[in-house]
Nanobody, 120 residues
Framework: QVTLVESGGGLVQAGGSLRLSCAAS????????MGWYRQAPGQQRELVAGVTSGGSTNYVDSVKGRFTISRDNAKNTVVLQMSSLKPEDTAVYYC??????????????WGKGTLVTVSS
């Protein structure tokens, strides 16, 4: 069994910063892409940022220059550092990982989500 556990999130004023962390644990052989998605009320879930095992990153345009994604392959963790937060960043943030288990099964895993609220 493989699980993703998120931490971080909370309430912050506009212009502030927050750090989201996600750790994968269990019977893991390798992890390909790890990323963060978000879903605001009444909206579809969208990819915020992703990072490959080689360190290549991509971001949605609305967070470029404000958010930074990083990962530690040895610890199977991914971090989203968010700064200059805006009220429109308010959403539930979900960690995602493309995992290959030790039994060589490929799985797309999701965390349970963590709420980020940015007040104006």
């Amino acid at each position: 069994q493989v699980t993703l556990v998120e931490s971080g999130g909370g309430l912050v004023q506009a212009g502030g910063s927050l750090r989201l962390s996600c750790a994968a644990s269990g019977s893991i052989f390798s992890i390909n892409t790890m990323g963060w998605y978000r879903q605001a009320p009444g909206q579809q879930r969208e990819l915020v940022a992703g990072v490959t095992s080689g360190g290549s990153t991509n971001y949605v345009d609305s967070v470029k220059g404000r958010f930074t994604i990083s990962r530690d392959n040895a610890k199977n963790t991914v971090v989203l550092q968010m700064s200059s937060l805006k009220p429109e960043d308010t959403a539930v943030y979900y960690c995602n990982a493309e995992v290959v288990t030790r039994g060589y099964y490929r799985m797309a895993l999701w965390g349970k989500g963590t709420l980020v609220t940015v007040s104006s």
